[in-house]
Each structure stands twice: as C-alpha cells, then as structure tokens.
C-alpha cells in the first residue's frame, strides 16, 4: 500500500538490456583513456599532468552514474561499471609499482581482494543472489583513488612518501574490511536461501 511519500519510479530509457547507452558511453571512454594514462604512469611517475588526468577519470565515475539513475540502470552498466573502475584503480595502482613507488604487497593484496570478491559475486549471481554494495565500499574505492592522487602529486610523490603510503595501508585495511563483510553478508543470504556457503 502506498503512503504518497515515495519518490516516483524512474522508467528504464532504454531498456534493462541495452548496450548503447550514454552511461556505458562514458564507462568504456574512461577504459580507453585510462590506458595511455597508465602506460605514462609507468614510465614517468608523479607529474601534475597525470594528477589531472587521474582526477578527471576517477571523478567521471560519478557522472556515469549521474546518467544511469537517470535513464535507468541496465545489466550491461551494472557489469562494465565496476569493471572500469577496477581497470583503473589496479592498473594505476600496479603502473605505480612499476615506477617503483608503491610497494608491491599492499597492491597484491588489494588486487587479490577486488579479483575474490568479483568471482565471488559471479558465483552469488548465478545462485539468483544479490549482495548489495555497502557505503563503506564506496569509501574503500575513493580512498583508493586518493593513495593513487597522492602516489601523482610530485609534492607527496617526491618529499613526502609516508603521505601516499599511509592512506595506501589505510586503504589496504578499508578493502580487506570490505571484503570480509562482503563474504559474511553472502553467507547469510545463502543461508536465508537454504543453500550451503
């Protein structure tokens, strides 16, 4: 029964299956550009030009998904969403190992928690189960991209490592975190299914 307080249903523009649309557009321009970005990380570390460049592509993720409320969400966006995000924060984060400034097991172990929890998704999903983000895995995300921020800027980069390594450890700490409660929570809605974890 309704009370007249719910904000009205947003109809799906263009379909729960459609691949055309202006968020995807986005999503996949961010992959494409992420990747000479990443190459010039690689070679050439910090520089105010790559700090730029990182805000704009870690910030349009906001747009995208700006558009895909307002369009309607599909199964390709949720799907190339998260997938671009990973692209570019693990590829930032490993073209920086590859620079030399970050530490290699921080990336390894954020990168075996974001690949984990990815198939462990897939395999809840195919179990008709659906384990929704929580806030605090947002937060995981944008403290990630801020170590990565911090790893361009030729200030912190150069004069002031323990910047950049310590919001890295502390993202380390907000991914592992995230992914413990990301298993504990698909346990309790396969038990609730009458399934076995």
Do not use: C
């Amino acid at each position: 029964m309704s009370t007249g307080t719910e904000p009205p249903v947003k109809a799906n523009r263009y379909g729960a299956s459609a691949l055309a649309t202006p968020a995807n557009a986005i999503t996949i321009t961010r992959m494409i550009l992420a990747l000479p970005l990443l190459a010039f990380i690689a070679v050439d570390g910090a520089s105010y030009w790559a700090l730029a460049s990182w805000i704009i592509l870690a910030g349009s993720d906001g747009l995208d998904g700006h558009l895909a409320r307002k369009h309607g969400t599909t199964r390709s966006g949720a799907f190339l969403d998260p997938l671009a995000d990973k692209v570019l924060v693990l590829g930032a984060a490993w073209a920086l190992v590859a620079h030399g400034t970050f530490w290699w097991l921080p990336i390894v172990l954020i990168t075996g928690r974001e690949l984990g929890i990815s198939v462990l998704r897939s395999v809840y999903g195919r179990q008709g189960i659906a384990i929704p983000a929580r806030y605090a895995a947002k937060v995981k995300t944008v403290v990630q991209e801020v170590a990565i921020g911090f790893a361009l800027l030729p200030i912190t980069a150069d004069d002031a490592t323990w910047v950049a390594t310590t919001v890295l450890w502390l993202a380390v700490a907000l991914t592992l975190w995230t992914g413990v409660s990301y298993i504990t929570d698909g346990r309790r809605a396969l038990s609730r299914t009458g399934d076995r974890a």
